[in-house]
């Protein structure tokens, strides 16, 4: 995982899981906090956080779906783009209905979105290396577990405006975003090619065990 063509795709990977963390660990700590900020009561706000998983294993199962169809590359950049334009429509007043069907897409893509990312990295390595990985690659990213409600934390003690809370926070979906085409390239770039020390390892016909 660490040596040509896979070094750049594995921290790139690694980045891209940890703001994944960031934004599950980061959003469901502080959704109903950031709402309140906006002047929706303590109820509605709640209300938020349980639409925000709703939308997070509904989407998250409809758009593994559809990278199943079309490759993960596509379906990742679209859910870290929802759930950015998602994140900065919540700042704004609007009727109750419209603003749950907005945290529900935001749920699919900044919430739903780490699934595909575990399958993409599957996608993208040999055999022999998948598993480790994935391993790495979450085991990195429970950094952006970490930061995430300090990150949160860190917005609501700023005292900004009540739309700056929600633009800050929608920053690590739009670096998501731009992680997922970055790595896009790479990952087709990669496809059959194994490192030496691996190649010596893969598998032959009529060697299998």
Sequence with gaps: MLRPPYR???????A??????????????????????????????????????????VGGLAMALLADRAGSRGPITASFALGAAAIVAMSAQLPLPVLYGIVIVGGCGAVGVQGLINVYISRSYPVTARGSA???????????????????????????????????????????TALALAVGG?????QGCLAPALRAKEPTAGHTK
Excluded: H, K
Aim: net charge positive; glycine share 12%.
């Design 134 to 176: 994935v391993g790495v690659a979450l085991g990195v990213g429970r950094i952006g577990a970490i930061a995430g409600p300090t990150f949160g934390g860190w917005i609501l003690a700023a005292g900004l405006e009540p739309r700056w809370n929600f633009v800050l926070f929608a920053v690590p979906a739009v670096l998501g």
């Design 8 to 14: 750049g795709t594995t921290l790139m990977f690694c």
């Design 16 to 57: 891209m899981a940890a703001l994944s963390f960031l934004l599950i660990f980061g959003m469901n700590t502080w959704l109903p906090r950031l709402m309140q900020t906006a002047d929706y009561p303590l109820q509605d706000s709640q209300t938020f956080l349980v639409l925000l998983n709703l939308g997070a294993t």
């Design 186 to 190: 790479r990952t087709s770039q990669n």
